[in-house]
């Protein structure tokens, strides 16, 4: 049942210079039609709907135009545009602590803020012990509420306005309030007041707030809606915004995108996932791919440091015994010869601006969505995709409802020296136990890069725990016989397919992962996504 419904809703206001040049040269300059009137729009055509028990979280910048909508959404201003259509009473929490006088007590406030918002005498006689407990104002009853602070002005309005049970109910940065204890209290109060079945809208600046207490999210900024939908996505999306990860455009693109449909959503955007796209897109077939980290490429990514391409999760030298494989990366980038690796493949080299452009070639035509995690997409868009390419850990997947697969991790500290050259080769091997590290990394040799700067990664072997870097996957005896469990019930999804060094708990240099990557994309996709199983 829709409870609340916001169709191209636009507020307008008009700004003029009436307070500068006062009444009378008001009215002259109107005479003479030499007044200037300026407008701003708050909002713009923003249009959503809420069902009953949804509880919506409204972000967005300062000035994003949040605040305004709440009050034409409460039916306190009406909008410039388009309409509102509610279902039931609606409370609003805009301004706590507006309202109140400040000469009288805090027990007179309680009963004038309650008549204010339709109670009755009776009903606050009922209920005035319980919201002073609440408001944690037992010793402050008959002292002048001016004398209180704000955060207990606060606290006051928020226990009287809770007590309603609303069919609507608008909270605009009220769970804020108080210290820590008596925010969690408001919040316990609001769960209370949603599984009552009110359909609920908060704006608040915490986005941990949001992803924890709403369903729902409407992203404005500068008045303009920028995407309306599930609250663990787009809190996703917004928090990249936020630190600079993603710009506005990427995120609208970022959203498009995960509203469309596709014969295969591939989940890491690692060397095997990229070739695997590659090879379906090749075919015809629509690709979205996502990945957790921020980035694409996997532990291939590269960053540019002083003009040095910086492998920023180890050194990554591509060798390989197969023509076909070497040909398929030089497609994509020029592979410098590379030497002193010890390597007896036939061939041997390095991209000379890193792996960056090969992973974008390889991509390219594909959807790609960074900085989102596997579940979140899964629960928000359950028929996103005919079929999943599974190349995150295999555990994972299934909650780790059988145990966790073992990894061997790894540490890496990078520093920018002020030097031309360091140990004068790519890589230096640091075996015994003198150096907690086992190797040092200096990334200009890896392929001839120049600059006045050097960069260098010591590489420290770490102990895997819940939540580091799974880079080396322990293939022992008790990791093999649970990669096997987890497999059985891997039968149980026909529609995923599970691959690469996580999706199969094994070791892959780079040629391996592409040819698995081409052998899987040949055997499943030249058969229909729906019928693969």
């Not at 009110?198 to 303009?224: D, F, M, P, R």
């Not at 993603?246 to 609208?252: E, I, P, S, V, Y």
């Not at 590269?302 to 015994?321: L, R, S």
């Not at 999706?503 to 892959?508: L, S, W």
Request: hydrophobic fraction near 35%.
């Amino acid at each position: 049942m829709t409870t609340l419904e916001v169709k191209n809703v636009s507020i307008r206001y008009m700004t003029g210079d009436f307070k500068d040049i006062g009444l009378k040269e008001y009215v002259m300059r109107r005479l003479k039609h030499n007044y200037q009137v300026n407008e701003f729009w708050a909002d713009r055509d923003i249009t959503f709907a809420l069902e009953k028990g949804d509880m919506l979280g409204i972000i967005g910048t300062n000035g994003a135009g949040k605040s305004t909508l709440l009050k034409a959404v409460s039916g306190i201003m009406e909008p410039t545009k388009g309409w509102v259509r509610r279902e039931g009473n609606v409370a609003a929490l805009l301004e706590l602590a507006s309202g109140f006088d400040g000469d009288l007590t805090v027990r007179e406030n309680a009963y004038l803020r309650g008549a204010m918002l339709g109670y009755t005498r009776k009903f606050m006689d009922e209920t005035y012990d319980s919201i002073i407990e609440f408001a944690e104002l037992k010793d402050f009853q008959d002292r002048p509420f001016k004398q209180l602070s704000s955060g207990m002005r606060s606290r006051l309005a928020f226990a009287i306005a809770s007590l309603v049970q609303p069919d609507i109910l608008i909270l605009d940065e009220v769970l804020s309030v108080g210290d820590g204890a008596f925010r969690k209290k408001s919040e316990a109060k609001m769960r209370e007041i949603i599984k009552s079945g009110a359909t609920t809208i908060l704006v608040s600046h915490s986005i941990q707030q949001v992803k924890e207490l709403c369903n729902k999210v409407l992203w404005l900024e500068k008045g303009q809606q920028i995407a309306f939908g599930d609250a663990q996505v787009l809190c996703g999306l917004y928090q990249q915004y936020l630190d600079k990860k993603l710009t506005l455009d990427g995120a609208k693109r970022a959203w498009k995108a995960l509203n469309g449909h596709y014969d295969y959503l591939v989940v890491g955007a690692g060397l095997y996932g990229a070739v695997f796209a590659r090879e379906a897109m090749d075919q015809g077939r629509r690709c979205l791919v996502i990945d957790s980290r921020a980035h694409t490429g996997g532990n291939l990514y590269c960053e540019k440091v002083e003009g040095i391409p910086v492998h920023k999760y180890g050194a990554h030298i591509f060798h390989t015994n197969e023509k076909k494989i070497w040909d398929l990366v030089g497609q994509y980038v020029e592979l410098l010869p590379f030497d002193g690796s010890g390597l007896a493949d036939r061939y041997v080299g390095v991209p000379e601006q890193g792996y960056g452009p090969l992973i974008e070639g390889l991509l390219d035509g594909a959807s790609v969505v960074t900085g989102m995690s596997y579940q979140s997409v899964a629960d928000a868009f359950p028929k996103i995709a005919e079929h999943i390419v599974y190349t995150g850990p295999i555990d994972q997947f299934f909650q780790y409802k059988l145990g966790r697969l073992e990894y061997r991790s790894l540490r890496f500290e990078e520093e920018i020296l002020k030097q031309p050259d360091f140990q004068g080769r790519a890589i230096v091997e640091c075996p015994g136990e003198e150096t907690p590290y086992t190797r040092i990394i200096e990334h200009k040799h890896i392929a001839g890069s120049r600059s006045p700067k050097t960069v260098i990664t010591r590489e420290y072997p770490e102990e895997w725990i819940p939540g580091r870097g799974l880079y080396y996957p322990v293939e022992d005896k008790r990791n093999r016989e649970l990669y096997k469990q987890y497999l059985e019930l891997a039968k149980a999804y026909p529609n995923v397919t599970f691959g690469g060094r996580l999706g199969e708990h094994r070791h892959y240099d780079m040629d391996e992962a592409i040819a698995a990557a081409l052998d899987k994309a040949g055997e499943i996709v030249s058969t229909p996504p729906a019928s693969i199983g």
